[in-house]
């Protein structure tokens, strides 16, 4: 096996657990959140920046790294970790989601679809072995099965559909597998009815991967919906097989997530936001262009200990993104992906103390989440949309 | 004094001389090249990618920073060298050039110019002593005095005009001075006339000031009239002094300003041409979309020790910016910049060894300097304009 997962603690009030995911290219803690690079770059992050912010594991798209610069290129320069100058574990997403989203651009068909490309109108066709191929090109740690994320709302019919294409499309990936040093994980579906999501889990379950995916989630349902869909999931996914949320990555969705028994996430929310200039902080978000902060000498957050927050004030932040200076961007994103990878190691810690409900409750007593409209702008964010 | 320069050695077959700049925040070798931070950053840089570099000294510009954030906010913040978080020497254009290329949005008197913002059209005026008590708010170590451009073309009797304003306003800007950290330059001006171009470096070099500019060059006229108006202004001035050609900045410009007697350049061309993928090599510039990089594994340049050269492919760069990503702007940047203070390191070496010249004929033989098309398109960037 390419990949192996072992559990260090499990909470005694939850279901959340502190392991290590072993890939080829080294341990990754859990639980983990990796930082997002669609196109093969963390945006405005260097390799470097993304190692000293502790960033463990990233994820790559094979959707836009297909269209450009072309699997293919990829795996002539050395895979996705040569071409990016990453030496740690990289996943790649299947590209399900971005082919799907592209609305009336794509038909879907039993064995695939049928897409026209967000860069230059190209018509191509995805299927499960397609996008295997693909994956096993980009030679990413852990590739992911070509699924189909049902849309949010979408009737009960529909959601069993695209569930068992789902499903069809898992085991046809499996087969169409070759390299032996690439995990594949299945990904479950079930759109936001209770019994679709626990056949889907069981389903995926039994098939022979060594991770597990929950897909479709975090699509624009309401929030106590998606932990309910998440809490029927789990209980049908085997203990021993890390988990991972697909598209999720507030500070509160984490922590959520994690007392759910997640092991993994990913969510271009630190990234994208950061290019906003909403800076992540332990009581909640503060956006950097605000006039409070134009004499503001202050770091971002005080105890913080990225670079950004080491060298840089509010001020000076504020004037780079009111100036518009690319360098804004980098520094807003260099803080916001330390304060996810922090917290993660702080949930780990506190699992590994036995203390993970009462970090759960004072974390989330102090951090006041964004209101409904910046969710709302950022909910599309949660997963890379075709357009990165 | 607040800066001394020291001669180390002389070309005997050249005007090139090596030297020590000594200022408040330490020295920086000479001949020296200033990468510009029109508002206050190097274009997607952080200062230690400045420091990896070599670079030892930077420019910000006094118009913008006056209008974005205010001097005062910048002061209040602990001045430019804490604001931007850069402790090495750092020296402030006047904002004369950025003025007087707002052309109709600006009205020039003897006193100063009035003149409107070119981010929210706010009515401003500039004076000599006003613009003196900026730079001395934003605190670099070297401010320049505020003078007049001409621009090229310009009839005589207007070169001579803005000439003789430029004398009284170097002469009004040393009488405003009152900081003794900071160091003041005069600036020779003189258009295209070679007796103007002499008078005015007469009239600079009897003013006590530890350093003077020559100004108004590389404003669009052909480089034979550049290296004539700048072969008459330096054997006007005194040798003990640091001479600084603004605004120049190519490959082969820094060659021969150095062989004819200057020790200081600025320009935005390094990151500039960056931005538009052109990147500089011992042979000439190469543009990184070029179809043939698409699956070339090597770095920009074989011999280069920048972080890009050491960690990415043409191939991977050349992904960056078709895909439009910021990470592109920024590698780009770091080779440019590294490549210029690398070729001034190496300049400074050959004078140390009395084998300038013949650093200077074997560079200029293997480097092919960018076609007409492109200087055209670079003309306009050798100095900042008003809209960074």
Chains 1, 2 share one sequence.
């Not at 702080?346 to 969710?375: T, V, W």
């Amino acid at each position: 096996m390419s990949l192996s997962f072992t559990i260090k603690q499990a909470c005694n009030e939850t279901l959340a657990r502190a392991g290590v995911l072993h890939t080829p290219h080294g341990p990754a803690l859990t639980p983990v959140f990796m930082p997002v690079g669609t196109q093969a770059t963390i945006k405005t992050l260097a390799p470097w920046d993304l190692t000293a912010v502790g960033a463990r594991i990233v994820l790559a798209n094979t959707y836009h790294l297909y269209l450009r610069p072309g699997a293919d290129v990829v795996a002539e320069l050395g895979g996705l970790h040569a071409f990016m100058g990453w030496d740690a574990p990289i996943l790649t997403d299947s590209g399900g989601y971005q082919v799907f989203s592209l609305a009336d651009r794509r038909r879907i068909d039993d064995d695939g679809v049928v897409f026209c490309s967000h860069i230059d109108g190209s018509e191509h066709r995805f299927t499960p072995a397609s996008v295997m191929q693909a994956q096993e090109l980009l030679g990413a740690d852990i590739a992911m099965a070509f699924d189909e994320c049902a849309p949010y709302p979408c009737g009960r019919d529909y959601a069993r559909a695209a569930m068992e294409r789902t499903h069809r499309w898992a085991e046809a990936g499996l087969a169409a597998k070759t390299r032996p040093d690439q995990a594949l994980f299945g990904i479950t579906q079930g759109g936001m009815y209770e019994d679709l999501r626990c056949e889907s889990a069981r389903f995926i379950a039994g098939l022979d991967t060594p991770g597990i995916a929950i897909g479709g989630l975090s699509v624009g349902e309401p929030k106590d919906v998606t932990w309910r869909m998440l809490e029927v999931t789990v209980p049908h996914l085997p203990a021993h097989k890390p988990r991972y949320l697909m598209g999720v990555g507030s500070p509160e969705d984490l922590v959520e997530g994690v007392a759910r028994g997640v092991d993994m996430f990913d969510c271009v929310l630190p990234t994208r936001i950061a290019r906003n200039g909403a800076l992540l902080t332990a009581t909640g978000r503060l956006n950097i262009r605000n006039a409070a902060y134009e004499r503001d000498p202050r770091p971002i957050e005080a105890d913080c200990d990225c670079s950004t927050c080491q060298h840089f004030s509010r001020a000076y932040l504020r004037h780079l993104f009111k100036a518009q200076e690319v360098l804004g961007l980098r520094l807003a994103s260099v803080h916001n992906v330390r304060f996810l990878v922090r917290l993660m190691d702080h949930m780990r810690a506190a699992i590994m103390a036995g203390e993970f409900a009462a970090f759960r409750q004072s974390f989330l007593a102090a951090y006041r989440p964004a209101d409904a409209k910046a969710r709302e702008r950022n909910r599309a964010a949660r997963r890379a949309p075709m357009a990165a």
